[in-house]
């Protein structure tokens, strides 16, 4: 289960990124921005039909609200032990994200799903296997994102992709964020 952002903010954050010259610093290890997503769930390696079946039927009873997520940066661990993996990270955990979450956990757990119902954090990851670590990037003003779908994804092929097999809207933001209005 995941989110994926709409062309336009790939394109954005794309552009972003060029800017900082993080394509020429990750090289192959920069994840395809027509990747970038905000995961609910962990990952079931070779699901079966039936599999994608019962996520289907999940995805499809899952009743949350949108919710809208600030990056305001990307970072990277300080250190190099392990996996060196880049992020853009958001501002808070917005109610209506963990609202999200826990309707998304709940209807794994019931269809039997319990082991990829995993807690997540507002983020999309730019990639797992960076060469080097980052310096704090502070992206100002922040990119919003106002998640308003929930989709299923299975991820393959070479180049590697997601394909999305499903889409289930979400229900309008309760809280929108405030926006600041025009300066006469």
């Given at each position: ?19 900082f ?47 809208t ?65 980052l ?5 100002d ?5 106002t998640i ?33 209005a025009?300066?006469?």
């Amino acid at each position: 289960m995941a989110a994926m952002p709409p062309p336009t903010l790939v394109d954005y954050i794309g552009a972003l990124l060029d800017r900082f010259g993080l394509p020429q610093r990750l090289g192959s290890a920069l994840f395809a921005p027509a990747n970038l997503h905000q995961s609910f769930s962990e990952r079931i390696f070779l699901p079966t039909d039936e599999d994608c079946a019962a996520l289907m039927q999940v995805g499809a009873a899952v009743s949350a609200a949108s919710c809208t997520l600030h990056f305001n940066r990307i970072v990277g661990p300080a250190s190099t032990s392990g996996p060196i993996h880049w992020a853009m990270r958001a501002r808070g955990v917005p109610p209506a994200f963990t609202a999200l979450l826990q309707a998304i956990q709940s209807r794994l757990v019931q269809a039997g799903f319990g082991h990829i119902a995993t807690g997540v954090t507002p983020h999309m990851t730019l990639s797992y296997h960076a060469p080097q670590p980052l310096d704090k990037i502070v992206l100002d003003p922040p990119i919003a994102w106002t998640i308003d779908e929930l989709c299923l994804v299975i991820g393959g092929g070479h180049p590697y992709r997601y394909d999305i097999i499903g889409r289930w809207p979400l229900l309008p933001e309760i809280d929108p964020p405030a926006t600041q209005a025009g300066l006469f």
